[in-house]
């Protein structure tokens, strides 16, 4: 289970160092690798969540070393199925104090069949300051068996006074080389294996997407021809809305059937709100905060989505001011190398860190609520004018 954390071998031992520790802590000896709570953090795709779950297989495990991924408990924990593991993963822009609260009631129970109880965090970033705060007692003062795992792009991603409560471990960005290589060991053609694995950037996710997906290698070749698409207004304002529209789009594909279940199981339980039977059970309301929830999701998707189109852009300027300072270093979009000789050359180095500038602009503005399609009408036209 460990074999899907790519060049973490550092991380790797340390929180096998803590497993077997824990061990040592249920059996009352001392445990100096072993503690109640974990910070995990690394960028975009290092695989921090998937270390955090396989840390708690290993604390949950029934083999004499820690860890084997085989047994039933690690393999329910690797399914996200383990009684004694909550896994929270926040499809919206934020945990909020609600959420946090009924996790610090579930942390005061005692296990009810593993070895621990185990609360995995995955985006630890998005607790907002009231959550982080409710948290803190009992990362102060943990129950005995229970074991805080979170997980934040960055330390700073997450309040002094919760990641002071915590021990950390940071992955690194995999190297192009390794994702190339876990590629190539699922049968991605070399020369695709390459390919992907620079153009995700560390991401070990999106190179098995982009692999896998022919619709997502049309999607970022869509993204890196915007710089040839803002030499007009006109053009720029088309390109920016193409990029959103195509987040809706995604966010669209990823959410309309579920949220027609959803819609049918609530409507099942609550009657429908069109109807008096329906009024009177309070189903009004019930749909009123299932439609809020589905909008924060599909707000999630579409920053989500753009945030990688914002990626892509980065990459390929560096790209650009690669080639207009020299340097003798690999392209990461080596298949839009004339594009970027092109624009290299008719524009300056200080232009070009301005237009990544605009680029970065964006994703700060749509993180700040800005609406995304004046955030990317602002960054296109940015771009052209750098």
């Not at 102060?140 to 074991?147: D, G, H, N, Q, S």
């Not at 960055?154 to 290589?181: F, G, K, N, Q």
Request: with cysteine; hydrophobic share 45%.
């Amino acid at each position: 289970m460990w074999d899907v954390l790519v060049g973490q071998q550092r991380a790797v031992e340390r929180l096998q160092a803590a497993a077997h520790d824990a061990r040592e802590a249920l059996a009352g000896r001392p445990s100096p690798a072993m503690t109640h709570a974990w910070l995990l953090t690394g960028p975009p795709g290092s695989g921090r969540s998937n270390a955090a779950l396989a840390f708690a297989a290993a604390l949950e495990c029934e083999a004499d070393v820690p860890g084997c991924g085989t047994c039933h408990a690690c393999r329910t924990v690797l399914e996200r199925a383990h009684g004694d593991v909550r896994v929270v993963e926040s499809e919206t822009l934020s945990l909020g104090v609600g959420d946090v609260r009924r996790l610090v009631h579930v942390a005061q129970e005692r296990p009810a069949n593993g070895r621990w109880t185990v609360l995995l965090l995955e985006q630890a970033d998005r607790l907002t300051d009231e959550a982080a705060n409710a948290l803190l007692k009992t990362l102060e003062e943990p129950p005995p068996r229970t074991v805080w795992l979170l997980c934040a792009p960055t330390s700073e991603d997450v309040l002094p006074t919760v990641r002071s409560r915590c021990r950390p471990i940071a992955l690194a960005a995999p190297s192009v080389r390794a994702i190339a290589t876990l590629l190539e060991s699922e049968g991605v053609d070399p020369s695709m294996a390459a390919f992907c694995a620079r153009a995700s950037l560390g991401h070990v996710g999106r190179a098995r997407g982009l692999a896998r997906d022919e619709a997502s290698r049309l999607r970022r070749a869509d993204v890196l021809r915007v710089p040839l698409q803002v030499d007009s207004v006109g053009g720029c304002i088309v390109a920016a809305a193409n990029l959103v529209e195509v987040a809706q789009a995604d966010a669209e594909v990823a959410h309309a059937g579920r949220e027609e279940q959803e819609r049918a199981d609530l409507e099942f339980v609550v009657g429908d709100p069109r109807d008096a039977k329906g009024r009177s059970r309070g189903a009004v309301g019930a749909f009123k905060g299932l439609a809020e929830d589905q909008k924060r999701r599909r707000t999630r998707t579409v920053r989500d989505s753009l945030d990688r189109a914002f990626i892509d852009l980065v990459s390929f300027y560096r790209d650009v001011l690669a080639v207009q300072l020299g340097t003798d270093v690999d392209l990461v979009n080596a298949d839009a190398a004339p594009e970027i000789e092109r624009i290299a050359h008719v524009s300056t180095p200080e232009a070009t860190l301005r237009r990544i500038d605009a680029v970065l602009a964006a994703r700060t503005a749509i993180d700040g609520n800005v609406a995304p399609l004046l955030a990317v009408e602002a960054m296109t036209l940015a771009l052209r004018a750098g």
